[in-house]
């Protein structure tokens, strides 16, 4: 599985409040809460954002409430993957299971700033930047978890008869 993208940076301790405010929360429309994914520290973000990106973050990416509302707006906002220093638990899990793919690989996150292009592939567990040149390892995702993501999530999973 593979990802290609500009890059979209943020720091540290992004918490799922600024990544889709609780304002927000009495929908279940996912365009909806994409279309204020991340106001509340980038009023640029939907925007800017275009199908494909790849969101960069610091440490603890994903910290706060454990709702699923957050992941879901990063993916609905465009982007296919985030890649972090390190996630919150439960955001790293709710991700994988509505299928947004994330990885941790603080050396990438050193490595990429706003704008590159960045590359990915799941498989080789490698991650490409394409404006510099440089290239930087990860855990390859196992198959099982690539499988829920090329479905769309866990839910999509099961219905299609992916996962038992």
Same mark, same amino acid.
């Given at each position: 599985?593979?990802? +290609?993208?500009?890059?979209? @940076?943020? !720091?540290?301790?992004? =918490?799922?409040?600024?990544?889709?405010?609780? #304002?927000?929360?009495?929908?279940?429309? /996912?365009? $909806?809460?994409?279309?204020? @994914?991340?106001?509340?520290? =980038?009023?640029?973000?939907?925007? %800017?954002?275009?199908?494909?990106?790849?969101?960069?973050?610091?440490?603890?990416?994903?910290?706060?409430?454990? %709702? $699923?509302?957050?992941?879901? +707006?990063?993916? $609905?906002?465009?982007?296919?993957?985030?890649?972090? #220093?390190?996630?919150? #638990?439960?955001?790293? %899990?709710?991700?994988?299971?509505? !299928?947004?793919?994330?990885?941790? @690989?603080?050396?990438?996150? =050193? !490595?990429?700033?706003? !704008?590159?292009?960045?590359?990915?592939?799941?498989?080789?567990?490698?991650?490409?930047? %394409?404006?510099?040149?440089?290239?930087?390892?990860?855990?390859?995702?196992? +198959?099982?978890?690539?499988?829920?993501?090329?479905?769309?999530?866990?839910?999509?999973?099961? /219905?299609?008869? +992916?996962?038992?």
């Amino acid at each position: 599985m593979k990802f +290609a993208g500009k890059s979209i @940076c943020y !720091g540290d301790n992004v =918490d799922t409040d600024v990544i889709i405010p609780a #304002r927000y929360l009495n929908t279940i429309d /996912k365009k $909806e809460l994409a279309s204020h @994914c991340m106001e509340d520290i =980038d009023k640029t973000f939907v925007q %800017r954002v275009e199908a494909g990106d790849i969101m960069v973050a610091g440490y603890n990416f994903g910290c706060g409430s454990s %709702r $699923e509302h957050a992941p879901i +707006a990063i993916k $609905e906002s465009g982007i296919f993957l985030v890649i972090a #220093r390190s996630f919150a #638990r439960i955001f790293y %899990r709710n991700s994988i299971n509505i !299928g947004l793919a994330i990885l941790e @690989c603080p050396e990438a996150v =050193d !490595g990429i700033s706003e !704008g590159d292009i960045v590359e990915a592939d799941l498989d080789a567990g490698v991650i490409y930047n %394409r404006t510099t040149g440089k290239s930087f390892q990860t855990k390859p995702f196992p +198959a099982f978890i690539q499988q829920i993501i090329e479905n769309g999530g866990l839910v999509e999973s099961i /219905k299609k008869g +992916a996962i038992h």
